[in-house]
């Protein structure tokens, strides 16, 4: 029991919390070999992989860029504004048009990435059976104990994603 609570702690200290093995056995008092066998039998490194590379943070990522584009539009149009050079005010004029264009390339890779990160009602509905058939399996008392959360949840679910 208590290794399992252990390999439990090691595996939210690496995937979610980034530690590395030496730290995690400093911190467990357990052998850097056994948590880099942990690491590998139980797949943590793809599933930190995954975290990293989320759908979610990509769309956050491409906010920053567009939130960034916007307030270098800004800048070139007030710029452009109070301009009084004419050479100046085209070439203000060409950088706010790449800069546009660029918004436009950008949040059409934000609706791409949106999309793909959306989840169908299927598929949830599958890894919701696959997770509660589990549970029953393995805990049956827990499982009785959260037959309506399951109903509610599902319930929403399948509201929001329906």
């Known amino acids: 029991m208590a290794k399992e609570k252990e390999r439990a702690t090691a595996r939210?200290?690496?995937v979610n919390q980034m530690k590395s093995a030496k730290e995690?056995?400093?911190l467990l008092n357990v052998s850097e070999q056994?948590?880099?066998?942990w690491v590998k039998k139980y797949a943590w490194k793809e599933a930190r992989t995954a975290k990293l590379t989320n759908e979610q943070m990509k769309i956050e990522n491409i906010k920053e860029i567009i939130a960034s584009l916007a307030k270098n539009r800004l800048n070139k149009q007030r710029e452009l504004d109070t301009c009084k050079d004419e050479d100046r005010a085209n070439d203000l004029r060409k950088e706010i048009t790449v800069i546009d264009n660029s918004v436009a390339y950008w949040n059409k890779a934000l609706a791409q990435a949106d999309k793909e990160s959306q989840i169908s009602l299927r598929v949830y509905l599958h890894v919701m059976d696959e997770i509660f058939n589990d549970m029953q399996a393995n805990y049956p008392d827990l499982y009785i104990k959260t037959l309506d959360f399951q109903e509610t949840h599902i319930n929403k679910k399948s509201i929001e994603l329906g």
């Not at 056994?34 to 066998?37: E, H, Q, V, W």
């Open 34 to 37: 056994t948590i880099a066998n």
């Open 12 to 14: 939210i200290l690496y």
């Open 24 to 26: 995690i056995a400093g």
